[in-house]
T-cell receptor
């Protein structure tokens, strides 16, 4: 089948370990950030979001950290599972009437058994 | 599942032809955006529709056009297809224009030969 992200940076993690995926964003005016997971042949799936007035937000097995000083986001996945294998994108936007999302380059996460 | 549905899932067109892609937004979502995702890259914003009018556009030529209908469903039309238009086309819906959370459909894979 088709593959998303043939030439993307790849992070290889053993099942059960924690994963950390990093992202640098470009627009200092961005005030809302989303992490998406994209499996081959599918659209991006919303994982977790964070607003610029926060520096950490936790979900189920996932945590997003935001460092506005250096314009950096990270996604931490606890106890990584084979089903977590996918391409992960961060996206930034400035909330308003035409809130287009600007996506990062993506990271392929490979979970090994 | 996000509730955003796109059709068709795949299609092949010849250079110079025209194509129409369709999207049904998640129930109650009145804002629809379209993105183009080339292989190995993140999605790129094409345009956004709210209340049947385009109210935001990315760096795409006028041969990319769209429509939004009273039921909030949307179409993306591309005229004079070029080989570089081959990509995954994604539709994203948002509850309201002011809500930044965007939920994507599974995409339409367009191949131009």
């Amino acid at each position: 089948g088709e593959s998303v992200g043939l030439h993307l940076p790849t992070l290889s993690v053993q099942e059960g370990d924690n994963s950390i995926i990093n992202c640098a964003y470009s627009n200092s005016a961005s005030d809302y950030f989303i992490w998406y997971k994209q499996e081959s042949g599918k659209g991006p799936q919303f994982i977790i979001d964070i607003r610029s007035n926060m520096d950490k937000r936790q979900g189920q097995r996932v945590t997003v950290l935001l460092n506005k000083t250096v314009k950096h986001l990270s996604l931490q996945i606890a106890a990584t599972q084979p089903g977590d294998s996918a391409v992960y994108f961060c996206a930034e936007t400035r909330t308003g009437t035409a809130s287009k999302l600007t996506f990062g380059t993506g990271t392929r996460l490979q979970v090994t058994l | 599942e996000t509730g955003v549905t796109q059709s068709p899932t795949h299609l092949i067109k010849t250079r110079g032809q025209q194509v129409t892609l369709r999207c049904s937004s998640q129930s109650g979502h009145n804002t629809v955006s379209w993105y183009q995702q080339a292989l190995g890259q993140g999605p790129q914003f094409i345009f956004q529709y709210y209340r049947e009018e385009e109210n935001g556009r990315g760096n795409f030529p006028p041969r990319f056009s769209g429509l939004q209908f009273p039921n909030y469903s949307s179409e993306l039309n591309v005229n004079a297809l070029e080989l570089d238009d081959s990509a995954l086309y994604l539709c994203a819906s948002r509850l309201r224009q002011a809500n930044p959370e965007a939920f994507f459909g599974q995409g339409t894979r367009l191949t131009v030969v």
